[in-house]
């Protein structure tokens, strides 16, 4: 698990940055690695970046591990 760092400045929603593809955060692998947002939408992109969605992958860029978006916005709804 981990918390996201970026999110783009050109979307906001409940105050809160909107995270990307290639955003990053730090992950609580053993070795305090960073994951990187790697899938998003199909359907909703900012500049052509595709917006990261609850369920969407993620991988530690230190070992290499895979995780998931667990929480979002209920505000914002993209591919239902």
């Known amino acids: 698990?981990?918390?996201n760092d970026e999110g783009t400045p050109?979307?906001?929603?409940?105050?809160?940055?909107?995270?990307l593809v290639g955003?990053?955060?730090p992950c609580n692998?053993?070795?305090g690695g960073t994951f990187a947002s790697v899938e998003g939408s199909?359907?909703?992109?900012?500049?052509g970046v595709?917006?990261?969605?609850v369920g969407h992958s993620t991988v530690c860029e230190k070992c290499g591990r895979r995780g998931t978006?667990?929480?979002g916005s209920g505000l914002?709804?993209?591919e239902k």
Not at 10 to 19: A, I, T
Not at 42 to 47: I, K, P
Not at 50 to 53: A, S
């Open 29 to 31: 692998c053993p070795h």
């Open 69 to 71: 978006h667990i929480q």
């Open 42 to 47: 199909g359907l909703m992109d900012v500049r």
């Open 10 to 19: 050109l979307l906001e929603v409940e105050g809160q940055l909107v995270q």
């Open 1 to 3: 698990s981990g918390n």
């Open 23 to 25: 955003h990053h955060g």
């Open 76 to 78: 914002l709804d993209v």
């Open 50 to 53: 595709p917006v990261t969605l």
